[in-house]
């Protein structure tokens, strides 16, 4: 009894995977096939851009009737463009460095801060440790306190993970 009632649980766990694994396998076909025809929209686009492209260049080599005066101001507008484009890409660049910069700034004021917190604590827990005046007890913590927060690893833990984030 025990017997049959273990090979039915393992057919349904076997049926169970087997349909797993074809849910998984259909889903794979279908991404793979997704895939593919974005591959084909993509490569479709190009080839319209390309033809774009060699019918723009036909009709300038048709037409060659273009004045002196209109190829100057077309190439004068060309290194207009370029010019633009490359003042931007400086500026793209520039902000980038300051980004850079600035997280790094961060970065070094988030250390700076933990450094102090540590040395606070650490403070506190030197007092604790030594011997304490009554008054200056009530700002200090207390001597089983700070043992059992030094012993234990995972409060240190807690206390650095914190102060990191």
Same mark, same amino acid.
């Given at each position: 009894?025990?017997?049959?009632?273990?090979?039915?649980?393992?057919?349904?766990?076997?049926?169970?995977?087997?349909?797993?694994?074809?849910?998984?396998?259909?889903?794979?076909?279908?991404?793979?096939?997704?895939?593919?025809?974005?591959?084909?929209?993509?490569?479709?686009?190009?080839?319209?851009?390309?033809?774009?492209?060699?019918?723009?260049?036909?009709?300038?080599?048709?037409?060659?009737?273009?004045?002196?005066?209109?190829?100057?101001?077309?190439?004068?507008?060309?290194?207009?463009?370029?010019?633009?484009?490359?003042?931007?890409?400086?500026?793209?660049?520039?902000?980038?460095?300051?980004?850079?910069?600035?997280?790094?700034?961060?970065?070094?004021?988030?250390?700076?801060?933990?450094? #102090?917190?540590?040395?606070?604590?650490?403070?506190?827990?030197?007092?604790?440790?030594?011997?304490?005046? #009554?008054?200056?007890? #009530?700002?200090?913590?207390?001597?089983?306190?700070?043992?059992?927060?030094?012993?234990?690893?995972?409060?240190?833990?807690?206390?650095?993970?914190?102060?990191?984030?």
């Amino acid at each position: 009894d025990i017997s049959e009632k273990r090979k039915i649980e393992e057919e349904k766990i076997r049926v169970e995977e087997e349909e797993k694994k074809k849910m998984e396998q259909q889903i794979q076909k279908e991404r793979a096939k997704k895939l593919e025809e974005e591959k084909k929209m993509i490569e479709m686009k190009e080839i319209e851009e390309i033809r774009k492209l060699k019918k723009e260049e036909e009709s300038r080599a048709e037409d060659p009737q273009m004045s002196p005066e209109e190829e100057q101001s077309i190439k004068a507008l060309e290194i207009e463009e370029y010019e633009e484009m490359m003042k931007t890409e400086e500026r793209i660049n520039q902000l980038e460095l300051s980004i850079a910069s600035l997280d790094y700034e961060l970065e070094r004021f988030d250390i700076e801060r933990m450094k #102090d917190k540590t040395k606070k604590v650490m403070k506190r827990m030197s007092l604790v440790i030594s011997d304490t005046r #009554d008054d200056e007890l #009530d700002i200090i913590l207390q001597r089983t306190t700070v043992n059992g927060f030094m012993e234990n690893e995972v409060l240190w833990g807690k206390y650095l993970g914190k102060g990191t984030e």
